[in-house]
Structures are given as C-alpha cells and as structure tokens.
T-cell receptor, first 111, second 116 residues
C-alpha cells in the first residue's frame, strides 16, 4: 500500500480555518485519497475523498496537488466538535474495503 | 441518518472464554468489515465479508476468529478462546458496494472488549 505522511498534531482556534496536510509521494494513478476522522471514543467517520480534482462537501474541502503527491483537508470554520484524529488514507488496488490507518493528525480546537 | 449499530458497547470476559460481538450494518449495505484498535494504537483491518464469504482477512484474523451473518440484519465477530492481547475496541463497518476504490465505509461506535 502507498504510504501517507501527516503531522502528529495541529492546533486551531474555534471559527478559524484549518488546513491539514498529507504527503503521499508514492501514490499510484488509480489511488483515491480518502480522509476519515475519529472523534474521542467513537469509530472512524468518513469525511471526504477525491482522485484528481478538488472536492467540496458539507463537512470539508479537499485540495489535491497537481502532481497528486500531496493533499490538504480544509475545515473552513473549525468548531470544538471538529477536535479529532484525522486520517489521510489511500485506497486502490484490489483491497477496496481494507483501509490502512496511520497515526493520523490530532487536531486540537481552542475556544 | 442511517448508522451502524454495535452491541454491547462494553464486554468483559475471562481469558479463554468465547465472545460474540454483534453489529447491525446499514440496511441496504452489502459489504461488511471488522476493524480493531488496541488502546493507543492504530485502527487495524481484520476482515471483510460479502455474500456470506470472507473477501479478505488480515494476519490478525487467525483461526480463533470467525464472522457470520446469521440472518438478514446481523453481522457477528466471534473470538473462540480470548487472550489478553485481544483486549481492544472492535469496530464494525459496512459499505454499499465493494470493488470500487472510492467507496465509503460507515463505522459503528465500537465494542470495547476487556479480557481479564
């Protein structure tokens, strides 16, 4: 599986935008970039995914570099409820339901 | 919004005992998964299941583990003879389809298994 690299932790203030980076320099042409998050004492939760183009949904935006070797999850206005571990995961090949979680980025949101 | 439901939320058992963890996936989903997370560690894939068969399993999923869809709604994980190292949070997940790299998984809130 192609590997992703994320910062261990990031901090933000409430109502400010947050940019969570992810490097995936060995990504293959057919790998999708997925983001999940895990709130305290909860299961992982799907956030967003994309292949080549930037994506927006009600939770977040995903900006994908032109060479696809990095991506950024953007939370436009952080709330206290967004405090979680954020995972950047590549999916592809033949193991479609097998998500390989790394350590993720612990996001702390200050009031 | 539909959700994956897991029961019980906490399970305490003695080493060597059998446990069954239960999950009710989202009703129109056809693909089911178990993951686990040992305290302080990464979320790890255990097994995927479709059409009453295991699609893929990890090295963790040895002969002590089994999965079953006993009826049209439940999906279970059985550990035959629990070990101390089986203590973890176990997450069930489901997806509408498989075979697509862009498929989304929906996870339950987990069952915390403590083996004493």
């Amino acid at each position: 599986d192609a590997k992703t690299t994320q910062p261990n932790s990031m901090e933000s203030n409430e109502e400010e935008p947050v940019h969570l980076p992810c490097n995936h320099s060995t990504i293959s042409g057919t790998d999708y970039i997925h983001w999940y998050r895990q709130l305290p004492s909860q299961g992982p939760e799907y956030v967003i995914h994309g292949l080549t183009s930037n994506v927006n949904n009600r939770m977040a935006s995903l900006a994908i570099a032109e060479d696809r070797k990095s991506s950024t999850l953007i939370l436009h206005r952080a709330t206290l409820r967004d405090a979680a571990v954020y995972y950047c995961i590549l999916t592809g090949g033949t193991s479609y339901g097998k998500l390989t979680f790394g350590q993720g980025t612990i996001l702390t949101v200050h009031p | 919004e539909p959700e994956v439901t897991q029961t019980p939320s906490h399970q305490v058992t003695q080493m060597g005992q059998e446990v069954i963890l239960r999950c009710v996936p989202i009703s129109n989903h056809l693909y089911f998964y178990w993951y686990r997370q040992i305290l302080g560690q990464k979320v790890e894939f255990l097994v995927s299941f479709y059409n009453n068969e295991i699609s893929e399993k990890s090295e963790i999923f040895d002969d002590q583990f089994s999965v079953e869809r006993p009826d049209g709604s439940n999906f279970t994980l059985k550990i035959r003879s629990t070990k101390l190292e089986d203590s973890a949070m176990y997450f069930c997940a489901s997806s509408e389809r498989q075979g697509h790299s862009n498929e989304k998984l929906f996870f339950g809130s987990g069952t915390q298994l403590s083996v004493l």
